[in-house]
């Protein structure tokens, strides 16, 4: 391999930041987190308070780190060649997040097409079952679960399918906004967004009330009842970050960051918004619908 | 040319701060390395410890030193501390320390992330091996006895050990992704001019597939455990027949993750393989594409052979002759790995230092992996030899063979090129022959328990298999004790030693032996035109 002299080279100096605490502190968040929930869930009576301060410290960073990459971004510090590797790092980013969301999808149609009907099977396979009267039909809590109702696909669950398509539509309406430089559009299409998000989620805590309330729909509803609700649940989890980093977007519009020529920021979170809108029309198919 | 790209004068304003505080905070791709290397070199011996504890109670038959829970104990955190706190952290030190150097690039593309990175990694340390201490104050009943594997539902039945590691798994995850992340970005934004993808250093090939790998598989994991969580303490029947749930449905979800993993843990070293092969037989590696090509194919296949660990699980036969044979198949991109290996040495004006050592050693050992690997993946052999002593001869020389020699020719490779000293070879030498020697005295021995029937995670045997326990015991005491050889030269290497010129060895080729040893604070800060 042969290398030309250096005056030759790229002229371009990559943004390396300078030496930072937040990663360390960060860290430390985590594990008081980490450890508080160990406690709690294994009944020491500390172990919400540890959490607290995990999650104290944990925010604090966010905000921290988060403003001060904002500075940076601000001051003109990242130029095409770091905002490619901001563009790379989000898109593998938000891989990860699908395989997660993978890896509850796989145990779904894993209890539908292998466990659940094996189960119901059993009798004519083997000639021998421990729960005879089981017929293995979806949905079902599994041979010794409690009585419960699905959840229907076409209430709250096809209202919120609209209010998440629609939220799509307006995130994108107001990026053309800023691409041609109409400020008002964009500040309109995003709040516009954060609203449909924050009634997605009010929608969500809704039908997790009737399901718990009157369904006797519950995370310990079997099979049916701890997919339902760690789809779901995960789901919501990730629309309530994505309304969060929404309004974030649309203060700091206000506050009129961001040009029609850079603005990553905005973009990041606009893919992330579409990653969990189409999640949630996987999951409205194979979880409520079919 | 090398003293173009040392530009201290030109940053006054540039303040590092010293002592702790530069650990804490460094945003430098080196000192991260420096510190990944560190504490896997730590975590090497932790989880050296455990397991020379269990030789010593496997020395002979009885139960002499511990409780059986506590045998359980040990197995399951030795394994986890020497894949995600040895290994794992191993081979991201490396590529911290050496793709930018060997891509041409100021630093890693995501500094901070990176720093976070490593910053995880003693916290998931911390929670692994809590419970142990814990235990001795009369809180809970220790670590996690379930193996790595965390099967269902043992684990779901387990005690709290099993909660501390599933948030150490959790963490440890989020570690790993976001180092891929930042080497997925680092190998596709950091490359000096000219640098197309296929004359990309083969090392930083091997480091790609791998980061994808974990980017794909390491998810996976984080929600199985998560499953097994609620499982355990509010409600769910994921792994509970009785909900309709399925145990097995575990071990699918697990080796999903766990079979890449193998993968994971060896690719880099693939990577590492043909650098020092070509180095030190003076010739050119041979094969770019086709290694390129095999870690794709690799890389690809080890997605979708996840059920063969649990043949004898149940399962119909179709899916058990799919399994066997997409399981076969990687034996092929791996042979053309193993031929480009040996064609580069071929002809070449060799000579053995301690690396070349190493890594001819990595491919006799890591040969014997491949072939008894072979053998477990034929279904109707595997009935016999599945959860035997077998199975851990055939993956010790896996991943120690594999994965820890490679680890070790990368370490003897650059050390000189990271510290600027050159290293004692009498000592590397002597450290490579008793590391070969005592670690085939182990692990020869327990293919033959395996095939006599001795299963594994078990502290009593049967009296028949005393003979080869005890030898193999012999054999991994004086294999720990060799590898303080390992650190002791490490120390001495990093504290003085002959000064190196840049290009360390003789036949080295590669942007990484034209800056100086050590390499400047800032590495191509000015970067290369490839032409």
Redesign the interface.
């Given at each position: 391999?042969?290398?030309?002299?250096?005056?030759?080279?790229?002229?371009?100096?990559?943004f390396?930041?300078?030496?930072?605490?937040?990663?360390?502190i960060?860290?430390?968040g985590?594990?008081l987190l980490?450890?508080g929930?160990?406690q709690l869930?294994?009944n020491f009576g500390a172990g919400k308070w540890v959490m607290f301060g995990g999650t104290a410290v944990i925010l604090y960073v966010l905000f921290g780190?988060f403003g001060k990459v904002i500075g940076e971004s601000q001051s003109g510090a990242y130029r095409d060649?770091e905002d490619?590797?901001f563009r790379?790092?989000m898109i593998?980013?938000i891989?990860?997040?699908?395989?997660?969301f993978?890896?509850?999808f796989?145990?779904l149609f894993?209890?539908r097409v292998?466990?659940?009907p094996?189960?119901g099977g059993m009798e004519g396979a083997h000639g021998f079952s421990l729960w005879p009267e089981f017929a293995g039909t979806w949905p079902?809590?599994?041979?010794?679960?409690a009585n419960f109702t699905p959840m229907g696909a076409w209430g709250i669950p096809a209202l919120n399918t609209a209010l998440l398509l629609s939220s799509g539509a307006t995130v994108t309406w107001a990026h053309w906004g800023l691409l041609r430089n109409k400020r008002s559009q964009l500040a309109l299409g995003l709040a516009a967004t954060v609203l449909l998000g924050s009634t997605f989620l009010g929608f969500q805590a809704y039908e997790y009330h009737h399901a718990y309330a009157e369904l006797g729909l519950?995370?310990?509803a079997?099979?049916?009842?701890?997919?339902f609700?760690?789809l779901t649940g995960f789901h919501g989890f990730h629309v309530t970050l994505g309304t969060i980093m929404l309004a974030v977007i649309l203060l700091r519009s206000l506050s009129g960051h961001f040009s029609a020529e850079r603005h990553f920021a905005f973009e990041a979170v606009a893919w992330y918004w579409h990653f969990v809108d189409v999640v949630w029309l996987i999951l409205f198919v194979f979880v409520y619908w079919v | 040319m090398i003293t173009a790209t040392t530009h201290a004068a030109e940053h006054p304003a540039e303040h590092y701060p010293g002592g702790l505080m530069r650990w804490l905070t460094t945003t430098n791709h080196k000192d991260i390395g420096t510190m990944y290397l560190t504490f896997s070199l730590i975590m090497f011996f932790v989880g050296g410890l455990m397991i020379l504890a269990v030789r010593a109670e496997l020395f002979q038959p009885g139960l002499q030193l511990m409780k059986p829970e506590f045998f359980n104990q040990l197995i399951g955190v030795h394994a986890l501390v020497m894949i995600f706190a040895a290994l794992m952290p191993a081979a991201t030190g490396f590529a911290n320390w050496m793709l930018p150097l060997m891509i041409g690039a100021p630093d890693m593309a995501l500094p901070r992330l990176n720093n976070w990175g490593f910053w995880l990694l003693p916290p998931a340390a911390i929670l692994l091996t809590l419970p142990f201490t814990l235990a001795l104050f009369g809180i809970g009943d220790g670590a996690l006895a379930t193996g790595w594997t965390f099967y269902a539902p043992l684990s779901v039945q387990g005690g709290m050990g099993v909660d501390f590691a599933i948030l150490a798994v959790h963490i440890l995850g989020i570690s790993s992704i976001m180092g891929s992340i930042n080497i997925i970005v680092t190998i596709f934004n950091m490359r000096a001019p000219g640098m197309t993808m296929m004359k990309l250093p083969l090392f930083a090939w091997g480091w790609l597939i791998t980061a994808f790998l974990l980017i794909a598989t390491l998810p996976v994991l984080a929600g199985a455990v998560t499953m097994l969580l609620t499982d355990r303490h509010f409600g769910t029947h994921f792994f509970d027949a009785a909900g309709g749930g399925d145990p097995i449905l575990f071990q699918h979800l697990f080796w999903f993750f766990g079979h890449p993993e193998v993968y994971i843990l060896l690719l880099p070293v693939w990577g590492l393989m043909p650098h020092v092969l070509s180095t030190f037989s003076r010739k050119p590696a041979y094969g770019y594409k086709a290694q390129v090509y095999s870690f794709i194919a690799i890389g690809l296949l080890s997605v979708v052979v996840w059920a063969h660990h649990f043949f004898t699980a149940g399962m119909p036969v179709p899916a058990l002759i799919y399994f066997m044979f997409s399981t076969m198949a990687i034996s092929l991109p791996l042979a053309v790995l193993f031929f480009c290996w040996i064609a580069t040495m071929w002809k070449g004006a060799m000579t053995f230092e301690t690396p070349m050592l190493f890594a001819v050693g990595f491919i006799v050992l890591f040969g014997i992996a491949g072939l008894t690997g072979l053998i477990l993946a034929d279904v109707a052999a595997d009935a016999q030899y599945h959860h035997s002593y077998f199975v851990v001869a055939h993956f010790h020389y896996a991943l120690f063979a594999g994965g820890i020699m490679g680890v070790m020719t990368g370490v003897y490779y650059w050390l000189p090129k990271w510290t600027g000293h050159m290293y004692s070879e009498k000592l590397g030498k002597l450290h490579f022959w008793l590391t070969v020697f005592s670690f085939n005295l182990t692990f020869i021995p327990q293919f033959f328990l395996g095939l006599a029937g001795m299963p594994r995670r078990i502290p009593d045997y049967a009296l028949q298999f005393a003979e080869f326990n005890a030898i193999s015991t012999l054999g991994a005491f004086v294999l720990g004790i060799s590898q303080l050889l390992f650190a002791w030269n490490i120390w001495c290497c990093v504290r003085g030693g002959p000064k190196v010129e840049s290009r360390v060895w003789e036949g080295a080729e590669g942007l990484e032996w034209e800056l100086s040893s050590p390499p400047p604070h800032h590495s191509w800060e000015i970067q290369p035109v490839i032409k």
């Open positions: 391999m042969k290398t030309a002299p250096a005056h030759a080279a790229h002229a371009d100096h990559y390396v930041p300078q030496p930072s605490l937040y990663p360390v960060l860290s430390v985590m594990f980490a450890f929930f160990i869930i294994n780190w060649w490619r590797s790379y790092g593998w980013f891989a990860t997040e699908v395989m997660f993978a890896a509850f796989g145990a894993y209890v292998i466990s659940v094996t189960l079902t809590s599994g041979p010794k679960g519950t995370m310990g079997g099979a049916y009842g701890a997919t609700f760690m | -």
